[in-house]
Structures are given as structure tokens and as C-alpha cells.
């Protein structure tokens, strides 16, 4: 599939919170990624703060891309608010969001853009929660995910990996009925894609490696079941949206945040 003239044939969002010990790196790897493969894309740096040092660490690569730039989405409030503000502040063909920690390696970039040929709608990444977690994680995220399945995506075996991929006006139609700004978002917007009856295409992750120094999960059982408990909620909430029409039209009205000289 061939972009408008000006337009990049991909976005690529990476949402970052506190994020300048690897961020530098992340933008280093996939800049070389993107050259070796002559792919066309900009890429945008998602930060939900203004007062930490990862905008002047993420400028400083900036050269290093043929298009790029720095969204700031204002106060602290949540990772699907950054999502979706880049969903819409994105000028791609096609919208992908991605990690910063590179959990999931840069190649399953080619997946993406094989899904972008072949003009599919939705995209994710999946990993294998028996083998990519352990401990309480492991647990919560299988429990979790039969849950998830059984009550809104059945099929999906993982909802939660950080790698998503949207056709443009697909993302808007979704991301324009997206309520939840916070880890439930990834179910919300794939739970949404199905009632819009959008094909969400899976690409297996066997390699994914679960990056603990730097996560906000990783290394905490506490924090693992905090996320869980909040997760849950939004579960049932989506459910529960689902069975009311909450997601029959999109009430969302993006403002543009002006991009930073």
C-alpha cells in the first residue's frame, strides 16, 4: 500500500513516562532499523510530563530520523490517554504503538508492514504468557487473560503486549470511543475493533523478554496486583459498555497539542 504524497506510510508512538536512562538507546535501535530497511515512518515520542530529562534526551536523536517529533499530552494521567492522543496527533497511513523498553524486538516491525501491504485493519503482537511471566505475574496474567477472553475477545490470547497496529481511520474510530485511559485501555480498543468488526490480525512473539529494570511492573508483586485489581475493574466496565452501547459513537474530540520547535 502506497502513502498520500507527504504522508508517512507508518506512525510510530512510543509512550515514555520518566523514560531517559533507555530511551536514548530505544531511538538509537530503531533508527538504525528503520534505515537497514529503507521504511517509511515518523515517529513520535508520547511524554505525559514536562519536567523530566527524556525530551532532551529523545531531541538529541532526533537527526537521526527523517521524521520526528515530541508530543507532550500534559499532567500525568495514564498510558491509553497518550496512546490515543497520538492516534490522533499522528499524520501515518497507518499508526502502530510501541515500548520503550523494546520488550518486543524491532523486527516484528516487519510483521507490521507486511500487515500494511496486505491492507489490514488491526494488528497486535501476542506473546506466550506461560513462558513470558512467572510467579504471581504468571498467574495473574493467565487467570486474566481467560477472563478477558471469555467475557469480550475471545480468540485474542493476549491483549496486553505493548506492539499494536491500526489502518488510520480505523484508529480513529476506535481510539474516538475509548474511555479508559489507564492499563485496561490495550482490552478497551481491541473490545471495540471487534463490535466495529474490524479483523485483528495476530503476529506471535515467542522471543518477548520481560525488561524488569525500569519496568513499573516487573520486580513488584505489590504493584502486579494493584495493576490487576484495576484491571478487572476496567474489565468489567468494558463488559458492561458493550452490553449498554456505550461504544456506538465516538464522543471523543482530540485538541492538537502544538508540536514543540
Partial sequence: MSAREGTPTLSILIPVLNEEKRIGATLKHLAEYLKKHAYDAEVIVVDALSDDETEKVARAEAKHFAKFRFLQTGPR???GKQVRDGMFAAKGTYIMFMDADLATPLK???EVYGIIK???SVGICVRNLGQSHTGLRKFISTFGNWLTQTLIVPGIQDTQCGFKVFEAKA????????KIIGWGFDMEVLAISRK???GIELIEVPDWKDVIEGSKISGSQLKSLQVAIQVFIDLINIKFGLLTG???QADFHYVPYADKP
Fill in 108 to 110: 516484528y516491525l516487519d
Fill in 196 to 198: 466495529l468488526g474490524y
Fill in 171 to 178: 484508529a480513529r474510530e476506535v481510539f474516538g470511543r475509548q
Fill in 246 to 248: 456505550r461504544y456506538n
Fill in 77 to 79: 494521567s495514564g498510558k
Fill in 118 to 120: 496486505q491492507g489490514r
